[in-house]
C-alpha cells in the first residue's frame, strides 16, 4: 500500500522551497506514494508547487 504524504505551505519561498525538497526525497524513497501540497495559492506556492509537478490544493488562510 502506498502512502499519502501531505505538506503544508505558508506561501512565502521561505517555506515552499523546503517543502519541495522534503517532497523530492520522499518521492527518491517511496516513488509509489501520493504526494499533495495545501497552501494558499497566494504566495509561492501555487507558482512552485504546480511547476515542480506536484498537486496543490488550495484552501482560504488568514494570518494568525
Known amino acids: 500500500m502506498s502512502a499519502v504524504i501531505v ?5 512565502t519561498a521561505g ?3 523546503p517543502a519541495l525538497a522534503v517532497a523530492d526525497a520522499y518521492r527518491r524513497q517511496q516513488p509509489t506514494s ?11 506556492d501555487r ?4 511547476h515542480a509537478g506536484y498537486r496543490l490544493i ?3 488562510s488568514q494570518p494568525l
Open 47 to 50: 507558482r512552485l508547487v504546480s
Open 15 to 17: 517555506h515552499v522551497r
Open 58 to 60: 488550495m484552501v482560504d
Open 34 to 44: 501520493e504526494i499533495l501540497f495545501i497552501g494558499d495559492g497566494a504566495g509561492f
Open 7 to 11: 505538506i503544508a505551505t505558508g506561501g
